[in-house]
């Protein structure tokens, strides 16, 4: 079982964002872990939650959040971009460095894990860095819209369906993702494990076969076999944050030992 506390902290546009702190039910944490959530998701989407009670369970705590005009987050989705989520997520380090604990590993999901390697520089008290069914570079996110390019061009912005909902893309996302080349990649300096299924139908394999090409040794990688990209099966969010939490266990040792 795990403890689970609702936090608020100001986001890199000084918008209030929501989190959830799940705590281990007994005993000091072994770890603190940041999760980020896949886009246009939330902190509450099943992969994210159940990830992170798990993790909890095992005795890592977990701070999720929504982004920056998602979930229960204040501020305006359309206003932001790629480079604002890296800021959120450095605030959200921030401040579980004030007022918990610097961050052991560093979780995303999907665009969330692209920009965990984005934002992996400038939190460098992380030990570990894990993503799940993330894409090599931030801009493979425009297939999910590709039909709406034009317009966002010509109008500067246009509405698209993303799972179903409504969202506003405005043409300062597109020119912000064309700034974003995953070069640091490279240049993480820390253990990297990456996740995915060969039948992600949303990010493609070959995604996470060009962030291990990318990376540096250590790297290490886990297939998803039957997975889709959500993971919305209970068992493969459970596998997730088992083999997690075995496979950061040395890095997290080796750290307390120094």
């Not at 902190?43 to 992170?52: C, L, N, P, W």
Request: charged share 25%; proline share 4%; hydrophobic share 45%.
């Amino acid at each position: 079982m795990a403890k689970r506390h609702k936090v608020e902290f100001s986001g890199g546009s000084g918008a209030r964002l929501a989190g959830i702190l799940e705590m281990p039910d007994q005993g000091a944490p072994r770890a603190y872990a940041l999760f980020a959530h896949c886009f246009t998701c939330g902190k509450d989407v099943v992969s994210a939650s159940r990830i992170a009670r798990k993790l909890a369970g095992l005795g890592i705590a977990v701070l999720r959040f929504d982004f920056t005009g998602l979930g229960a987050s204040e501020g305006d989705f359309a206003d932001t971009n790629f480079s604002s989520n890296v800021r959120d997520l450095l605030c959200a380090a921030d401040f579980l460095h004030r007022e918990h604990h610097p961050v052991d590993l560093l979780i995303g999901h999907s665009l969330g894990g692209a920009a965990v390697l984005a934002a992996a520089g400038e939190i460098e008290e992380a030990k570990a860095i894990v993503t799940i069914a993330a894409p090599a570079d931030p801009d493979h996110v425009i297939k999910q819209f590709a039909c709406s390019i034009d317009t966002i061009e010509a109008q500067g912005h246009a509405e698209v369906q993303l799972a179903g909902r409504p969202f506003t893309i405005k043409k300062h996302f597109l020119e912000d993702l064309d700034s974003h080349k995953m070069g640091y990649i490279r240049e993480l300096g820390r253990p990297l494990l990456i996740y995915h299924s060969p039948v992600d139908q949303t990010v493609s394999i070959d995604e996470a076969a060009e962030i291990y090409n990318r990376a540096m040794h250590p790297k290490s990688f886990i297939s998803l076999d039957h997975a889709d990209h959500l993971l919305t099966r209970r068992e493969d969010a459970d596998y997730v944050a088992s083999t997690l939490a075995a496979w950061a266990e040395p890095y997290l040792r080796r750290a307390e030992d120094k």
